[in-house]
């Protein structure tokens, strides 16, 4: 997808997840542009929208924050839009940069755990901010920290709330972003990858402690083998179905061309997804005709079915 806009931070609003009916969070068929990452240096992502990147100066943005990363070990993805567009608002772009973004920022069990867990991942902090559509009007800032990012003090999130609440009332946004963005870096925290490093070597103890259990494990990898054989089946059989379905619906897609800027990045992306479709179609339908009749399906071939 592409990029567009949101509101300052507020409790708990409506997700922009994918469904089965719909996509994304439009109205009336509209679309809904996500920004992709536009700067990006070591920890520190930038995605800002076609809509706002007349409005602020992503190098700015990118040496001002430089230093203030080594006050945290996240990593740091800034979403950028300005208004007006479909999204509700700052914490909406945030979810849309998570599910549809080009960063790893997104948790690898969002499916499972996402609504009661979260949906950034370890060690990642997401920020957006919405600019507003006119002159005067406040601009929303929204922060979503990893299950594993943790507080430096009370007060924290409301702090980077307010951080560049006084540039962006003055309408100067660069300064604004560079002020919420350092102080995410400084009042959050991610754990050091050295106490990674320590988990796993602590990790890889307790298994060589634990080597007996491996003797079990091989008693019953029969048991095992036999049970994840007949999930992976299973598993493959509701492809099928959705490989055809959303197959159909793509289709009959076309990314539409902005009307005001159609040679721009958000219309060179478009005219690329509509060129990708055909292959992609195909390759789905191939797959779903290659397994509609179930049978042994092997970890590879599961893997490409998803």
């Known amino acids: 997808m592409s990029p567009l806009n949101a509101p300052v931070a507020q409790p708990a609003p409506a997700p922009v997840y994918p469904t089965t009916e719909s996509s994304a969070p439009a109205k009336d ?3 809904v542009l996500i920004p992709l990452i536009s700067a990006h240096e070591d920890n520190f992502y930038l995605a800002v929208s076609d809509a706002a990147q007349a409005s602020v100066d992503q190098q700015g943005i990118v040496d001002q924050v430089r230093e203030s990363m080594g006050a945290t070990h996240a990593k740091i993805l800034v979403g950028v839009d300005k208004k007006p567009n ?19 920022a997104l948790s690898d069990d969002w499916l499972e755990h996402g609504k009661d ?5 370890k060690g990642w902090i997401v920020v ?3 600019l507003p559509e006119r002159a005067g009007a406040p601009t929303e800032v929204f922060v979503d920290p990893g299950r594993n990012v943790r507080a430096k003090a009370e007060g924290a999130t409301e702090r980077i709330h307010r951080a560049g609440q006084q540039y962006f009332d003055s309408q100067k946004y660069t300064q604004g972003i560079i002020e919420v963005s350092k102080a995410s870096a400084t009042q959050l925290q991610a754990p050091k990858k050295a106490m990674f490093r320590s988990w796993q070597g602590v990790g890889i ?9 491996l003797v079990v494990f091989i008693m019953h990898r029969r048991k095992v083998r036999a049970k994840a054989a007949n999930k992976r089946a299973q598993r ?13 619906r793509l289709e ?3 990314a539409p061309l902005p009307v005001a800027e159609p040679n721009g990045p958000s219309g060179r992306a478009s005219e690329a997804i509509n060129a990708v479709i ?27 079915m998803e």
């Not at 493959?236 to 159909?248: E, I, K, N, T, Y």
């Open 29 to 31: 068929n509209e679309s």
């Open 86 to 104: 479909n999204l509700k608002g700052a914490a909406q772009l945030v979810r849309g940069l998570l599910l549809f973004g080009d960063s790893d």
């Open 117 to 121: 867990r979260g949906y950034v991942g």
């Open 128 to 130: 957006g901010v919405m």
């Open 205 to 213: 103890l307790a298994l060589l402690v634990l080597g007996g259990v």
């Open 236 to 248: 493959g059989a509701q492809l099928v179905d959705l490989l055809r379905h959303r197959a159909f």
């Open 252 to 254: 009959k897609y076309r």
């Open 278 to 304: 055909p292959s992609l179609n195909a390759r789905a339908l191939l797959l779903a005709q290659n397994y509609q009749d179930g049978g042994p399906l092997s970890v590879e071939e599961l893997a490409r």
